[in-house]
């Protein structure tokens, strides 16, 4: 079965750079949401769109802006980045009214 | 601020044992609680999920019990075996979005052959 394609898998940038993490969820699934995970720590939940429209926010930095376009693929991109921004970052796809939601494997992201 | 954490950050059982994995919110708010398993370096998978108005719940191997006088969740793994050691996250949602999740802290499994 299709799961949560993320990519790139792994993403090396400097400081002050910007990245772009990209999303595709499973067809048919109308909401995504994307998380942060640091080393050691739970999944921190960023941001979330319904449609192609930002339902709910959590803890993201203004550097950070996110969509999901037409095809309900979502794009997160990280501006001016810094060191503490080195992470793994989860997106997850599920039908807005299904309990259960379908994580990807992931974009680990270093800041150097 | 209010969140969900976990009573143990490491448990390491024998093969073939029973797991049990604790995990306690402050949100009475809450109504919908998930576990996940996380294997290193990859994404969480989810597990077996609980709605408030129910007090256990069973799956395959796992069972998952809520007290919400407590506020309370526990995760239970019959017969826990190699594949099983990972890190266990429990999950809530309090409402609004249907899967704006808050995360506990994880707890690492390790189950010794």
């Known amino acids: 079965a299709a799961g949560v394609i993320q990519s790139p898998r792994h993403l090396i940038k400097e400081k002050r750079e910007t990245a772009t993490l990209k999303c595709y969820p499973i067809p048919r699934h109308d909401t995504v949401y994307w998380y942060q995970q640091g080393p050691g720590q739970d999944p921190q939940f960023l941001i979330s769109f319904y449609e192609k429209m930002q339902s709910d926010k959590g803890s993201i930095p203004d550097r950070f802006s996110a969509q999901q376009f037409s095809d309900y693929h979502s794009e997160l991109n990280m501006s001016s980045l810094e060191l503490g921004d080195s992470a793994l970052y989860f997106c997850a796809s599920s039908l807005v009214r299904a309990s259960e939601a379908f994580f990807g494997q992931g974009t680990r992201l270093t800041v150097v | 601020g209010e969140s969900v954490g976990l009573h143990l950050p490491t448990l390491s059982v024998q093969e073939g044992d029973n797991s049990i994995i604790n995990c306690a919110y402050s949100?009475?708010?809450?109504?919908?609680f998930i576990w996940y398993k996380q294997e290193s370096g990859k994404g969480p998978q989810f597990i077996i999920d609980?709605?408030?108005?129910?007090d256990k719940r069973q799956g395959q191997r796992v069972t998952v019990l809520l007290n919400k006088t407590v506020k309370h969740l526990s995760l239970q793994i019959a017969a826990t075996q190699p594949g099983d050691s990972a890190v266990y996250f429990c999950a809530e949602n309090r409402g609004g979005s249907n899967y704006k999740l808050t995360f506990g802290k994880g707890t690492l499994l390790t189950v010794n052959p």
């Open positions: 949100n009475s708010a809450s109504d919908y």
């Open positions: 609980i709605r408030s108005n129910m």
